[in-house]
């Protein structure tokens, strides 16, 4: 069936997936409609991750569904599943510390047709790579403009404080031009002004690049201030889901997450 504007970004029916004797998620179900806010909390052990990385293809689902955008994307590999649109981040950074801030972007952009030339087009640097090369400086500058990191463009990944560098971790996911973005704890060691921009920047992404963002975080004042939609997660299984300030205030939420 052909997507259409109303079909769901993201669904997931009756995920599951078993690490020996222990079922790490069972019977996992999630709808994201296209351009939202949604939000995956939920206890340390819960199964956050794991659902990040069947979503991404590095775990292969032991039972159930991913649909993206219509389409079946169940046990594809993680390249495959990048290429169908679906892009991450990681809860530790993982940027290329040691290339630049404009080629830790332009490494996003390598898996565009686009920007694809020959081998030996590249070995005798022959005018095809010179052109796609340039048109990747400029796409790659553009995307660091919206993050306002184009004056460190030339600057070592690692040499970023700790904010920007998740913010270009961001940028080279979006260099990969996705339907939908996976933010796995993008507030993690950040200060409460960093929190905030980073807020702001996560709602500029959303509404400037059109995005469907689904991210797991444990800061409640990043959640209830950016997620339109929320899942909890308990041992596993989905203990809650629907309006943030619907879940945030239910009783099964509040003692076994906010423990209260
Ligand atoms: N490759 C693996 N092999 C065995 N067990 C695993 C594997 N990956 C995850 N698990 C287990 O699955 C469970 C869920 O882990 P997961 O990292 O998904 O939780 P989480 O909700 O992301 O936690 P946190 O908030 O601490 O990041 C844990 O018990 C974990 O030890």
Redesign the pocket.
């Known amino acids: 069936m052909a997507a259409s504007e109303n079909t769901p970004m993201l669904e997931v029916k009756n995920l599951g997936i078993s ?1 020996g004797g ?1 079922r ?1 998620v069972d019977n996992f179900n999630m709808t994201i409609e296209k351009g939202q806010l949604y939000g995956l909390i ?1 206890p ?7 659902i990040f990385n069947m979503l991404t293809g590095v775990y292969k689902p032991t039972d159930g569904k991913i649909c993206l955008d219509g389409e079946d994307i169940t046990g594809k590999s993680t390249m495959e599943i990048n290429k169908e649109g679906i892009a991450r981040t990681f ?1 530790n950074i993982r940027l290329f510390s040691d290339l630049t801030v404009l080629d830790n972007v332009k490494a996003g952009l390598h898996n565009q047709k686009e920007y694809i030339y020959s081998t030996l087009s590249g070995i005798l640097r022959l005018p095809s790579y010179h052109k796609a090369e340039k048109a990747m400086d400029e796409r790659a500058m553009e995307l660091l403009k919206v993050f306002d990191l184009e004056k460190e463009a030339d600057y070592k990944a690692s040499n970023l404080p700790y904010g920007k560098q998740r913010k270009l971790e961001i940028a080279r996911a979006l260099a990969t031009n996705p339907k939908l973005l996976l933010l796995d704890e993008p507030a993690a060691g950040m200060n409460p002004n960093e929190t905030q921009e980073l807020m702001n920047t996560i709602h500029f992404v959303r509404d400037e690049f059109h995005m469907t963002i689904l991210l ?1 975080e ?1 800061d409640m004042k990043l959640v209830s201030g950016i997620c339109e939609k929320l899942t909890v ?1 308990n041992f596993g299984q989905e203990l809650a889901s629907g309006d943030t300030s619907t879940v945030l205030n239910d009783p099964k939420v509040i003692t076994a997450y906010l423990g209260e």
């Open positions: 690490f222990l790490a939920g340390n052990g819960a199964g956050k991750t794991t809860q797991i444990h997660l």
